[in-house]
């Protein structure tokens, strides 16, 4: 073999050898970060970690859990709760125009959920504090309790069709304000305050 053809073999070696070195690196960087834990708050460390226990939280959420909440995530939280506490799976189904997510049917069936009035859910909408409340409120009742609507410290306009949620919500502690007198309820909602508020509903309906 000439010099030059032995040269050029030696280097396409040494490429080879180098891609396949960054390929193992790269998969053993993505195995750590998929089996990596979910960024929460501090806050919220203790309890979802409860949750996580108890089984509450389904696969398939972002790992920053500080990050707003869809409204398709939320139904996910959702199922997961009353299929655990009613310790049976929800068979029925009924759609919407814009999704065929299982979680959404499923919710949607309960009637914990509403679509927007023209046939369409919104599932990559992101959830807002006052339909936070709501579906809290009715998923409770779809378990078989109905929470008490309690007057409440907020000074700021919650929509005339969450009232009664919020009031229901924050009368068993399930949500409170964001500060004493503030519900801000045109907020999103985090994966975090979700699954928080989730295990709060468990154990209210655990004590009952």
């Not at 690196?25 to 409860?50: F, H, K, R, Y």
């Not at 226990?53 to 139904?75: E, H, K, M, N, V």
């Not at 309960?110 to 859910?121: E, H, Q, R, S």
């Not at 919104?122 to 007057?151: C, F, H, W, Y």
Request: aromatic letters at 8%; glycine letters at 8%; charged letters at 15%.
């Amino acid at each position: 073999m000439k010099p030059i053809q032995k040269l050029t073999a030696m280097i396409l070696s040494v490429v080879l050898l180098a891609g396949m070195l960054c390929t193992g690196a790269w998969a053993a960087d993505s195995e750590s970060l998929a089996g990596s834990s979910p960024i929460v708050s501090s806050w919220a460390e203790a309890n979802v970690a409860q949750a996580d226990d108890l089984g509450l939280i389904p696969s398939g959420l972002p790992a920053d859990y500080t990050q707003p909440i869809t409204r398709g995530q939320f139904c996910k939280l959702a199922v997961e709760l009353y299929e655990t506490v009613m310790d049976t799976t929800i068979t029925g189904r009924a759609t919407f125009t814009d999704t065929s997510d299982v979680n959404v049917q499923k919710m949607a069936y309960l009637k914990v959920i509403n679509g927007y009035g023209d046939g369409t859910f919104g599932p990559n909408d992101l959830l807002t504090r006052e339909q936070a409340a709501v579906i809290l409120a009715r998923l409770m009742d779809a378990m078989g309790i109905t929470l008490s609507a309690e007057k409440t410290p907020f000074t700021d306009a919650v929509s005339s069709w969450a009232v009664t949620g919020v009031a229901q919500v924050y009368g068993a502690e399930i949500m409170i304000g964001t500060t004493a007198t503030t519900f801000s309820p045109y907020q999103n909602y985090t994966i975090e305050q979700s699954i928080v508020t989730m295990l709060r509903e468990y154990h209210y309906a655990d004590n009952r």
